[in-house]
């Protein structure tokens, strides 16, 4: 079975622009949860998404949204780029009313801002 | 909020046995998880701990001490590809639909030498 995917895997954008990344989940999942990983950090929680509702949302402005599609596939939208936005961006997929509820994590999208 | 502490490196030889330990501050605290991500990779899933005691999985047990909010993971019969980052992550109560937000610690860096 095919595992997390995402989408690009490298993008270089410069200040002020606009960036989309996509994810698609694991076939039978439905939630999918977004993470930023700036270099010799751990993840940081950006968004969930589950049945297209978002669930939560982490600390971060608002030039971050998401949102969830009828086939489950998720997009990342970040605004008007900073610097500071130069980070790994993971996906990770779960499928509910499993007991452990693990999160599956796709290979992440490198972001360079310049 | 979620604090969770790891040592930021350890090294350890082709063979041996290493522990990682984690300790976290939480204020909802619904499983405990380890995750192995090469440099460059996404996080892979290593073992889920809810309730206290230990859990073995092949060369890899984790253990789980709620009251004391502590964790550790241990690694048996080192190997040079055991060489990674080992991420603690702590998910809170909240959302439903499982894949529950994760707060993850900074990351403990093995290198495993001969």
């Not at chain 1, 939560?56 to 610097?83: H, T």
């Not at chain 1, 499993?98 to 999160?103: H, S």
């Not at chain 2, 499983?31 to 999985?57: C, I, M, R």
């Not at chain 2, 959302?95 to 495993?112: D, H």
Request: aromatic share 12%; glycine share 12%; with cysteine.
């Amino acid at each position: 079975d095919a595992g997390v995917t995402q989408s690009p895997t490298h993008l270089i954008k410069t200040r002020g622009q606009q960036v989309t990344l996509r994810c698609s989940p694991i076939s039978g999942h439905k939630s999918v949860s977004w993470y930023q990983q700036v270099l010799g950090q751990g993840p940081q929680f950006i968004f969930q998404y589950y049945e297209k509702e978002e669930r939560g949302r982490g600390n971060f402005p608002d030039r971050f949204s998401a949102r969830q599609f009828p086939n489950y596939s998720s997009e990342l939208n970040v605004n008007a780029l900073l610097l500071g936005d130069s980070a790994l961006y993971l996906c990770a997929s779960s499928f509910p009313g499993q007991g452990a509820t693990t999160q599956y994590f796709g290979p992440g999208t490198r972001l360079l801002v310049l | 909020g979620q604090n969770i502490d790891q040592p930021t490196e350890m090294t350890a030889t082709e063979g041996a046995i290493v522990q990682i330990n984690c300790t976290y501050q939480t204020s909802g605290f619904n499983g405990l998880f380890w995750y192995q991500q090469h440099a460059g990779e996404a996080p892979t899933f290593l073992s889920y701990n809810v309730l206290d005691g230990l859990e073995e999985k092949g060369r890899f047990s984790s253990f789980l001490s709620r009251s004391k909010g502590y964790s550790y993971l241990l690694l048996k019969e080192l190997q040079m590809k055991d060489s990674a980052s080992y991420l603690c992550a702590v998910r809170g109560r909240g959302v439903t639909g499982g894949g529950n937000k994760l707060t993850f610690g900074t990351g403990t860096q093995l290198k495993v030498e001969l």
